[in-house]
């Protein structure tokens, strides 16, 4: 199982851009969640799908991030118009039980 | 409101030493607590987990303990190694479903 993948694993961009984060989970996993490492907030839930559904999206810090998983092998996170204060790493994590496996993470830099 | 707290930024501990590393929470619908290790330019990994009908869970040389009335766990690992150097995160979820909470992590330095 190559286990879960996530790309790009760095992405620059100018402020105003939209941001397109995508992420392919552990195939079997049924949840699939979207995390942001800060320094100052560490692990932050943003989002997280059960059976291809959003079950809680209340970490989501505004209306410029959406994310949609339409089948079970596919979820993206999208930013648009994306900030300087959006810069971070971006963790996807799939799951079966209460135990995450996480992706590598995208490192997402706005300027 | 931070539902999982790591107050402790940073911990150095010499090889072989036993490192303590803690956690609070504040929420008493948690039901399955989990520690988790990061390297640089990795995701988290799995380390160890423990129920809430649990207060102690151990596997090799690391250990969880959970005192439920204090709302704490701590991880310990004994002996300490330098490839233990890596960030911890304390993480907890609520029962009958799968939505984890963080904390903000520890960087744990083991000193050869």
């Known amino acids: 199982d190559a286990g879960v993948i996530q790309s790009p694993r760095h992405e620059v961009t100018e402020m105003g851009q939209e941001v397109t984060l995508r992420c392919k989970p552990i195939s079997g996993h049924n949840s699939l969640f979207w995390y942001r490492q800060t320094m100052m907030r560490g692990l932050e839930l943003l989002i997280y799908f059960n059976n291809n559904v959003p079950i809680d999206d209340s970490g989501m810090p505004e209306d410029r991030f959406s994310a949609k998983m339409p089948n079970a092998s596919f979820s993206t996170l999208k930013i648009q118009p994306s900030e300087p204060r959006d810069s971070a790493v971006y963790f996807c994590a799939s799951s079966q039980t209460e135990k995450l496996f996480f992706g590598s993470g995208t490192q997402l830099s706005v300027l | 409101d931070q539902q999982v707290k790591q107050n402790s930024p940073s911990l150095s501990v010499q090889e072989g030493r036993i490192s303590i590393l803690n956690c609070d929470y504040t929420?008493?619908?948690?039901?399955?607590f989990l520690w988790y290790k990061k390297y640089p330019a990795e995701g988290p990994t799995f380390l160890i987990s423990?129920?809430?009908?649990?207060d102690k869970n151990e596997d090799g040389r690391f250990t969880v303990f959970l005192n439920k009335s204090a709302k704490h766990l701590s991880l310990h690992i004994v002996p300490s190694q330098p490839g233990d150097s890596a960030v911890y995160f304390c993480a907890a979820s609520e029962a009958g479903g799968f939505k984890t909470i963080f904390g903000a992590g520890t960087r744990l330095f083991v000193k050869a």
């Open positions: 423990i129920s809430s009908i649990k």
């Open positions: 929420n008493s619908m948690f039901d399955y």
